[in-house]
């Protein structure tokens, strides 16, 4: 194999939009990016949301999804204290997911006030929910293993416990689903 290869088979022709509102830190749209570009084996755009009709984001209703295509978009509405599964809200149909970063934010013992470790566990949250809403909408189901990105979220706890990655069957059913040979 040359040098170069592998990324080549990793490219399928899956695109995956994530629209990000403008509440959400400017610094972290390359990150969310690269990682779910890494874990979905696909290409990632982002793009800058502007509130629609003074929503705080925007709506899935509202997006036009190209049929090989997901959207994500994330916005920091939520509440604290929420179940966590509720920050996903998925139109399988239309190929769209809403994630709500609020309901990730650290909390109580997690935040220390202006820390850079509560805005990377904050961050991380959003790069492995993210990854799980695509997953997801791309048409993989809740994995029981627990290290695998789209392990069932109990907890902000399972959130933060599970891996940042796909598990090996997980993975084979990805690259089943885009097409992706062996």
Do not use: Y
């Not at 995956?16 to 972290?28: E, G, T, Y």
Request: charged share 20%.
């Amino acid at each position: 194999m040359q040098v170069g290869a592998a990324e080549e088979t990793r490219t399928s022709a899956l695109k995956i939009r994530i629209i990000v509102d403008p509440a959400i830190p400017l610094s972290w749209h390359s990150p969310i990016a690269a990682f779910v570009e890494e874990a979905m084996w696909s290409e990632v755009h982002i793009i800058s949301a502007t509130n629609v009709a003074g929503e705080t984001c925007v709506p899935c209703g509202e997006i036009d999804t190209e049929t090989n295509g997901v959207t994500v978009v994330l916005c920091p509405d939520g509440q604290a204290g929420e179940d966590v599964n509720t920050g996903m809200v998925m139109d399988p149909v239309r190929h769209c997911g809403t994630l709500r970063t609020g309901l990730l934010e650290p909390q109580g013992e997690d935040v220390v006030s202006g820390s850079a470790k509560t805005d990377e566990l904050w961050l991380t949250r959003v790069q492995k929910q993210t990854g799980a809403v695509v997953a997801r909408l791309i048409g993989l189901t809740e994995c029981p293993f627990w290290l695998c990105v789209i392990h069932a979220d109990a907890s902000m706890g399972d959130v933060d416990f599970k891996g940042r990655d796909l598990c090996p069957p997980c993975l084979d059913l990805l690259r089943h689903h885009l097409g992706i040979p062996d």
